[in-house]
Nanobody, 119 residues
């Protein structure tokens, strides 16, 4: 079964940078519209970036100017470049995407990757 596989999380100091990736396990599938979400302890999951199938992007105010989401040309991997990280960015980050394979389009979640911003 096709999956979204995340990587790139870790521990970083305030002001530092990390890049998360989310890759389709089967290259026969392509990533269409997608979103990056995060969930901190005792908080609701929130959207931090989205890429429309047209390629347009959206970022909520807390991350605007610091986070950038983009796809590779083959549309098999999406990235979240995070700069100027703050302790409040600490959370588990998830990718969510519509995958197109053949004539099917289904929605999938990645397994999540922990990002910790701390000195």
């Amino acid at each position: 079964q096709v999956q979204l596989v995340e990587s790139g999380g870790g521990l970083v100091q305030p002001g530092g940078s990390l890049t998360l990736s989310c890759t389709v396990s089967d290259p026969a599938f392509s990533i269409e519209a997608m979103g990056w979400y995060r969930q901190a302890p005792a908080k609701q999951r929130e959207l931090v970036a989205s890429i429309h199938s047209s390629g347009s992007t959206y970022y909520p105010d807390p991350v605007t100017g610091r986070f950038t989401a983009f796809k590779n040309h083959a549309k098999t991997t999406v990235y979240l470049q995070m700069n100027s990280l703050k302790p409040e960015d600490t959370a588990v980050y998830y990718c969510n995407a519509d995958l197109l394979g053949g004539h099917r389009r289904d929605n999938y979640w990645g397994q999540g990757t922990q990002v910790t911003v701390s000195s």
